[in-house]
């Protein structure tokens, strides 16, 4: 070449050199034109051109490449050598839509062939739980979509539940429930039965949710010194009380106090405060006066005016913490009545009754127990003599001498003697309602013994309502 261009005219080597680089340009040029493959969405497209870009081939194949189309080579990176199949997945619209409140329906141009990549790019995370529907039906994240075709898809966000134990973070539960309770039951997550939820598991849940959950603990309590244990997630003792079933009531009080915090050995003292009233109740005496009353019975009474006692309190307060004696202050006793005397009512009315005696059946008006004694004539001397003048046999009664005034001649009958008239007195005993049974020294019968005498009808003008 070089010996050439000596023996060539100077004129004309700059013309010949450019000829030969043009030519070596057209060779390489020609050498380029290659056989390939696009396949777009499973369609293939052959052909045979120069191509340095993928997007060339793009073109030549009369396809608009969009910013959103997945080609399995950068577009615009220029390639000596392409290879001889390159890839298009086309971006096709996609709806999608979320629950209500959740955040706006939308539409996206996605090549994705994966729900989970659609996601990404619409900037959501996916998380456990989450559902995804396509056109309508569940799929998984990683279901293969067919490239090119227009789709629809649904998003269900779990809701997530942040649980905290007594106020540390202890995990995070995602589910499609609507409460707390339904979620902790999904997730088989537990706690003890006296655990405390806030807020209350039958609450709804939201998008996103945190729970805090005060574990159980031991408390004992001790009450009127027994002891008994039991379990609570109160947070407080009013609520660690109510949870061990136990209420003080009045001046009840603990230890710790209600507005102290929770001891931390558990240990709990309820002690009872009783207030007593004790009343002291007396009755002061009455009297009753009498006076005749001619509505009632001889011999019997019956109340005109009652009486009534007058009444005096006397008021204690003691009070007694756990059964045992605090204080104990006394006051001064007060009148809650005055008393007032009564009136009793003398029988006047002599009323004939019958009853039978002894086998004798008696009318009489009058009847009085008596302490009877006898006496007979040969205890007297010759001749002795009677008050009235009745001669001393059977028959002839003998009464105080208080009595014999006004029953002298009056016909009664004594039971267990007989009949009889009263027609003597005698020294009697005093205090003793008396009567001497008079008999005759042969049929004699000694006397000392209560018995009862009847005054029997009729009944006389005059007679004495009470017996002196």
Known sequence: MNSLLRKTPGYLQIPLVTLVILAGLSLLFWSQIKSYQLIVDGETYKMRVIAFFPRDLVKFAGIELQKEDNLSLDPDKFRFSLPEKIYLTSARPVQLSFPENARESSEILSAALYPADILKEAGIRLFPKDIIKLNGKVVEADFKLNAGEEIALEYLPAKQIDIFLDGHAQSSIFTQTNTFEEALNEAKLSFHEKAKFNPPL??????????????VKQFCLTVSGSEFCDFSGGENLAEVLADLAVSPQGLDFTQPAEDKPLPENGKISLHN?????????DETAVSYTYQDDPNTQLDTTAVIIPAQAGIEVARTVE??????????????????SEPQDGVMGRGTKAVLLTETVDGEELQYWRKVSVYATSYHPSTFGPNP????????????????ASWYPSMVGQSVYVRGYGYGRIGDSGGGIPGTPWIDLGYSDEDYVGWHS??????LSPIPAWYPTVLP
């Open 273 to 281: 405060i009783e207030e007593r009233l004790i009343l002291s109740i």
């Open 202 to 215: 039958s609450q709804m849940l939201e998008q996103e949710n945190r729970l805090e959950v005060s574990d």
């Open 319 to 336: 009070r007694l913490q756990d059964g045992a004696l605090l204080s104990s202050q006394s006051e001064p006793a007060w009148k809650a």
């Open 450 to 455: 209560w018995t009862t005498m009847y005054f």
């Open 385 to 400: 003599q009677t008050r009235s003048g009745m001669p001393l046999a059977y028959g002839t009664i003998a009464v105080s």
